[in-house]
């Protein structure tokens, strides 16, 4: 309580200051000084006459008028105007009379664009056709800031604790460092080892591949590109930062990255590793060095992997290594290449402990296991680019990906369910042990002709994929059950198994201009062949020669499954300035096949024929407001297992077959959005949706017997959907040029609809969840920063069967993110998580409040670093969580990671710059 009374108390002294600053307000309007048209879009900003420190700024409309409003201590500022291909202006004027209209103002054509002479803008902000251009000068943050604080100053912009971006809304999935991937397609690798100090210019698209840019197409509306322009005298030297550290619990991590720029050239080098949980490098700071957990994947025996690249066997105690370098260069004047190599490896270890209350319509009964999994991942990947400009008109565009895995996991269990009168039903116990390994190629070309001036152009694309893995998988198990009919299995088993994908994806598009550069009629041919085989080979144990050697047919499988598709496809798009739009329609032929070895009477071949469907519509109203909205019929066919009638009993307790009988399934989906932010007054808000509906959707029908033995198939059925919509609010005030005040709110609803099966029974459940939630955050320049934020989620389920009771969900989250930088050359961050999830079960953990806290001193001129990390201060540290769905309800705790205390020590090096100097202290990374 008296840290919130001294928060207050401080938060209301630094507001009431800001009473002392006087409102004001600059309008005028602009036009072209021959043709007396107003200029629509053009940056107009405010500076101090002193140190050109930025004040406000804002862009014209479309009559070119504009006004600067705020407040301010200043007595006389400096107001500029910058519109590309016109001169700039600059006026100094006097604010003692608060109210100033400048008139019609009229630039002339910049004459030195005649010549191809790039002239550098100091506007802080560029609206192009397709393009958000931010001036990074133009944008304070704290010393030694990376590109990840920087792109928190930005308008618009949202950066998440996972370092995951948002730009009014849309999620950034790429950043390229001079129109080039950097480790490819993990954001976070460059927002949080990149400094400020040696970007010029932030630009925001909509993401593109290069043949779509090359060919002037519409990229990807729901995501956009962040590309980091490199000051040219920023562009040749070496920079980067080693560290290490260790801790109580024999905790411990070291990491590095060097940097070698030279022009064109760039190369990067980086490896580390820790054993605290970071699948990234966190230098014992609280934000992570190479990047965070944007996606996570978990399989089923506990290994996982995080952006795409694996580290496993559970979810634990990992200890991760990681190694990588990165290659960009362009040779001669015809060939931009990059590429990059990522190791990356892990040893897991963790503990499950699940009770799941199981529902039938005529009972209900109760299931406890606890699990175990160690584990061990190796996972090496290449990629590269290769964009061969043959002329102005021919690009080839080649990218190939190399990956080789290699993972073992040892994996017990126990199991036992038991009925409403507490009598045992079932029970297991197993002991796993397997080896993967493999590797995979995949390769994309596309060839690009441009044909005249006028948009159209011709497109050949050819993917293929080549896929082989293998296992080795050991397992001894016993199942009990109980009952009238008593009987137990045992096994002790060998599984050889090897899996394969062969397949390749051609596609041919041809675009021809109805009206020159707006109106295009697109025609597409696709073709895709994709050659699967799966084969398992098991071996129960010979007593008698002690050897793995009795082929067990029946759980053994050796099929091979094809997947042609062919669709010619048609489409209609319009380009302007105002308006993007696109409808297309294909045909597709679908023809399924699948060869059984083993079981030759379960060969299938189905032939499938469907309508697919595209569309889109974007339309922008001004520079600070624009909407968009789209829809698509996709189909998908069953898989092959799935239409495959072979009766799996691999897993005495859950028997599954398959339904030849299937039909393909057809999704609607569809999304739409609005954005409006005023970059002058640093506030606006968005607001999106999307929905997802699917005829012919594929489900697990499951009967279980009185024994709890269940028994799988698949249907199809009608009435699945999902739809998502949200928004949010974000404000930006500038107390003053050294204090920065921000807040925001959103909310998003989600609801669901599932048919499911129970014994027999058909039913739809309905979920409905809302989370809202609230942020601030309150900036002093070099002294210090505070960033709460509050969600909440309500969840509520519905069942369409009166034997199931409806289930109502409550989690609270709220997070505090504190930074201390004084004295000088100290920097103290906390970050505080309470969170309250009142409806797990009796025994597991509720509530916790989970506090991270780091010291960070700085010496010799900023370049070495000493920062003493206490992970989870308080030691409460939980990961419980309940769950349910139509069939049961469950509570779940397994391993954290608990209290520890860590120190290390980091050392940057710079030469950047037109002379080598070490500007602005060095870089700092974190």
Not at 343 to 350: H, K, M, Q, R, V
Not at 759 to 764: G, I, P
Request: aromatic content about 12%; glycine content about 8%; proline content about 3%.
């Amino acid at each position: 309580m008296t840290l919130l009374r001294a928060t207050t108390i401080l938060l209301l002294f630094f507001l009431s200051t800001y009473s002392q600053a006087q409102n004001f307000e600059v309008t005028g309007v602009l036009k072209d000084k021959t043709s007396r048209q107003p200029l629509e879009a053009a940056t107009v900003f405010m500076e101090t006459v002193k140190d050109t420190t930025l004040i406000t700024y804002t862009i014209t409309n479309g009559k070119g008028m504009f006004a600067l409003e705020g407040k301010t201590n200043q007595k006389e500022v400096s107001v500029n105007i910058s519109f590309v291909g016109y001169e700039d202006y600059r006026k100094t004027i006097d604010l003692t009379n608060p109210v100033v209209d400048l008139g019609d103002i009229f630039l002339d054509f910049n004459v030195s664009t005649l010549d191809e002479v790039v002239v550098k803008s100091r506007a802080p902000i560029t609206v192009k056709k397709d393009t958000l251009e931010f001036n990074v000068k133009s944008f304070k943050t704290k010393k030694d800031a990376n590109i990840e604080d920087l792109l928190k100053e930005l308008p618009g912009v949202e950066v998440d604790e996972d370092g995951k971006i948002t730009v009014n809304g849309k999620e950034v999935n790429k950043i390229l460092v001079n129109g080039k991937p950097f480790f490819g397609d993990d954001p976070t690798i460059a927002t949080r080892n990149l400094t400020k100090e040696i970007v010029e210019k932030i630009q925001v698209t909509d993401t593109k591949t290069d043949d779509e840019a090359f060919a002037g197409e519409e990229g990807d509306k729901e995501n956009k590109t962040i590309n980091l322009t490199i000051a040219e005298e920023n562009n040749k030297g070496v920079f980067g930062r080693v560290a290490g550290g260790g801790g109580t619990d024999e905790r411990f991590e070291f990491a590095g990255i060097v940097n070698v720029f030279d022009n064109d050239r760039r190369v990067s080098i980086l490896g580390g590793g820790n054993n605290l949980n970071s699948a990234g490098f966190s230098f014992g700071e609280i934000r992570k060095f190479f990047g965070g957990a944007n996606s996570m994947s978990v399989s089923s025996n506990g290994s996982f992997s995080i952006d795409g690249r694996g580290f496993g066997g559970g979810q634990g105690i990992v200890n991760s290594r990681n190694a990588g370098a990165n290659y960009a260069d362009v040779i001669g004047e015809k060939v931009d290449v990059s590429a990059d190599y990522f190791y990356s490896g892990g040893n897991s270890f963790d503990e499950v402990r699940t009770e799941r209350e199981n529902i039938l319509p005529d009972r209900r009964f109760f299931t406890n296991s606890n699990t175990r999994s160690d584990g061990n991942v190796d996972n090496h990947s290449v990629n590269a680019t290769f964009n061969i400009k043959v002329d102005s008109t021919f690009l080839i565009n080649i990218r190939p990906t190399f990956r080789i895995n290699r993972n073992e996991n040892r994996f017990s269990s126990t199991e036992e369910s038991i009925d409403d009168q507490n009598e045992r039903i079932n029970e297991s116990s197993a002991n796993n042990r397997t080896l993967n390994t493999g590797g995979n190629f995949e390769n994309n070309i596309s060839l690009t002709k441009r044909f005249g001036s006028k948009g159209s152009f011709l497109k050949f694309r050819l993917q293929n994929e080549i896929n082989k893995q293998e296992s080795e998988e050991f397992i001894q198990s016993q199942t009990t059950i109980f009952g009238d009919t008593p009987s137990v299995i045992d096994r002790n088993q060998l599984t050889d198994g090897e899996a394969g994908v062969n397949g390749y994806n051609l596609g041919i598009t041809y675009r021809q201009p109805l009206i020159a550069k707006k109106l295009f009629l697109n025609l597409e041919f696709g073709y895709r062949n994709d050659n699967r085989t799966r084969k398992r080979s098991t071996f129960d144990f010979n007593e008698g020669t002690q050897q793995f050697e009795d082929f067990n047919l029946e759980l053994s499988t050796d099929f091979a499954g094809r997947n042609i598709r062919t669709t010619p496809e048609v489409s209609l798009s319009y380009n302007s300035d105002k308006i993007n739009m696109s409808f297309g329609a294909g045909y597709v032929f679908r023809r399924l096949e699948n060869e059984d070895f083993l079981r030759p009477e379960f060969n299938i071949t189905q032939d499938f024929e469907a309508v697919e469907l595209s569309s889109y519509f974007n339309y922008t109203f001004s520079p600070k407001m624009s909407s968009y909205f789209g829809y698509n019929l996709s189909n998908s066919p069953p898989q092959v297992t799935q239409l495959n009638p072979f009766v799996d009993v691999s897993d005495p307790l859950n028997i599954i077959q398959g339904n030849p009988d299937l039909a393909p399934s057809n999704s609607h989906s569809f999304y739409g959005g609005f954005n409006n932010y005023d970059f002058q007054k640093g506030g606006g808000y968005y607001m999106n949706f999307n929905g997802n509906i699917v005829n012919d959707a594929i489900i697990t029908k499951t009967i279980v017997d009185e024994s709890l033995v269940r028994s799988t198939t698949y249907e199809n059925v009608d009435g699945n959907y999902q739809i998502y919509a949200g928004g949010g609010y974000n404000k930006s005030s500038k107390l003053d040029s050294i204090r920065t005040l921000k807040y925001g709110a959103g909310i998003n609803v989600n609801a669901i609809r599932n048919i499911n099966f129970n014994n027999e029974v058909q039913y739809a459940s309905r979920t409905t969840s809302v989370g809202p939630s609230v942020n601030a955050s309150f900036t002093w320049k070099d002294l210090f920063e505070i960033r709460p934020r509050y969600s909440l989620n309500l969840s509520n389920t519905v069942f369409g069967l009166d034997a199931f009771e409806d289930q109502d969900f409550l989690t609270h989250n709220l997070n505090i993110s504190t930074a201390l930088f004084v004295p000088k050359h100290v920097e103290w961050r906390n970050e505080i998580q309470y969170s309250y999830n009142p409806n797990v079960a009796p025994g597991f953990q509720q509530s916790a409040l989970f506090w991270n806290s780091t010291v960070a001193y700085s010496f010799l001129k900023d370049k070495a670093t000493v920062t003493l990390k206490v992970y989870d201060v308080l030691n409460q540290n939980t990961n419980a969580r309940r769950t349910a769905n139509a069939n049961f309800i469950q509570d779940v705790q397994s391993t954290v990671l608990e209290q520890y205390f860590l120190l290390s020590f980091s050392w940057k090096f710079n030469t950047l710059g037109s002379k080598g100097e070490t500007g602005n202290g060095g870089v700092f990374f974190f």
